[in-house]
DNA sequence: TGGGGCGCAGCGCG
DNA sequence: GCGCGCTGCGCCCC
């Protein structure tokens, strides 16, 4: 028995091979789609997807990567990425700077730009676990992309506070994927009506938890209505890497 | 046996 | 989307 109990007051969606919605029944809009994907790589089938929804809320989860696979490319990530220091490595909230309780890097195609901390800056050119793992997103999900941004979270104290992503960049529409190695950490949703001062109902904070090689993909309208977040978890002692893959909009010429 | 104290999670605030 | 301060809660252990 764990001395410290998590205080249950949203859904949880634990990860769990028995969860009743993987396959059959309950299908979500990856799920249908990938479904009618022709199977690729000598797969028999392709992998087991959970559909998590709520109001305004539309995501799919499976775990994409076994444990073997997920450690090879966990280690070479730990590897190969390099990531951002100084000046990009600092946030400025209310008038302070904060150095980011994380790591972070970007990786894209050549030519793309993109607004990071009020700056345009240049993704780094792929690498090939990034576009190993790029492409099994997008053999899996029918969808395409361009740009990855990557958070490194060393322990259970670096975390990520509630947001939504800047959507003013992404192609209309189109989903975030975001891919998991290392430590299994709780991910939390929550809807935009239902926090801080200007709280006007009640919506229940949907709770997942993203293990070692999982996949979660957040489709549309998904980040315009609910915030997102990676809590501190002060028992969890190891790194977590995260991959989150978009199509960004090109660069408009003038 | 029970309650004080501790550590964690959550939330409001700037 | 940061840290700080405060509160509430559950468990440990004296």
Redesign the pocket.
């Known amino acids: 028995?764990e001395?410290?109990?998590?205080?249950r007051?949203g859904r949880d969606f634990v990860d769990k091979e028995e969860v009743p919605t993987a396959l059959g029944g309950d299908q979500g809009s990856v799920a249908k789609r990938a479904r009618n994907q022709p199977r690729v790589g000598g797969h028999p089938a392709g992998p087991r997807w959970r559909h998590i929804q709520a109001e305004g809320l539309d995501c799919d989860y499976t775990v994409l990567f076994g444990k073997a696979e997920a450690d090879k490319i966990f280690h070479e990530l730990e590897e190969e990425v390099e990531y951002f220091t100084g000046a990009l490595a600092k946030?400025q909230?209310?008038g302070?700077w904060?150095?980011?309780?994380?790591k972070q890097a970007t990786y894209g195609d050549s030519g793309l730009t993109y607004t990071f901390s009020g700056l345009t800056l240049s993704p780094r050119p792929w690498i090939p676990v990034l576009e190993r793992v790029r492409d099994r997103v997008s053999e899996v999900t029918g969808q395409t992309f361009n740009f990855v941004l990557i958070n490194r979270y060393k322990d259970?104290c670096d975390?990520?506070?509630?947001?939504r992503d800047?959507e003013r960049e992404l192609a209309p529409g189109s989903p975030i994927a975001s891919v998991s190695f290392g430590a299994c950490r709780d991910f939390l949703f929550r809807h935009k009506d239902s926090?801080?001062?200007n709280?006007c109902r009640e919506v229940e904070?949907v709770r997942l938890q993203l293990a070692h090689g999982s996949l979660l993909v957040m489709n549309h309208p998904t980040n315009t209505h609910w915030y997102h977040s990676l809590?501190?978890?002060?028992?969890v002692l190891a790194p977590r890497v995260n991959l989150t893959f978009r199509r960004i909009l090109p660069t408009t010429k003038k």
Not at 231 to 235: D, I, L, M, T
């Open positions: 028995m001395r410290f109990l998590m205080k007051t946030v909230v209310f302070k904060h150095s980011v309780p994380r259970g975390h990520i506070g509630e947001h800047d926090r801080g001062k709280r904070v809590p501190v978890r002060r028992k």
